[in-house]
């Protein structure tokens, strides 16, 4: 898997899909906040799909929740889609899957 970040967004119907590839830490946060905060713009439904993440460290699980907390504030929602193993553990562990909902 190549751990060189990568953040894209599309949209899909009525809601919009951040595709977030590779490490997801401190040097990635401000790039994903960006895509996010233009997408809350124009959507009120945002999945951040995870398939492709290999590393996510603290910085990347605040980066998460200040997203729901924006999108909360606008009305809107927050899913991840189909985390790997290794990140859905951690997203477990740190108590986060009862207020970040995941779809397979």
């Known amino acids: 898997m190549n751990d060189a970040f990568s953040v894209t967004a599309r949209r899909d119907g009525n809601h919009a899909v951040i595709d977030v590839v590779g490490e997801f830490d401190l ?18 439904r945002v999945v951040v799909d995870l398939s492709k993440v290999s590393f996510l460290d603290s910085s990347g699980l605040n980066a998460l929740l200040r997203l729901r907390q924006a ?3 606008a009305g809107g929602s927050v899913t991840l889609r189909d985390p790997t193993d290794r990140v859905r553990k951690l997203l477990s562990r740190a108590g986060l899957t009862d207020i970040l909902p995941i779809e397979a």
Do not use: D, G, P, R
Request: hydrophobic letters at 50%; aromatic letters at 4%.
């Open 71 to 73: 999108a909360n504030e």
């Open 27 to 44: 040097a990635a946060t401000s790039e994903f906040a960006a895509c996010a905060q233009l997408l809350l713009q124009s959507v009120q």
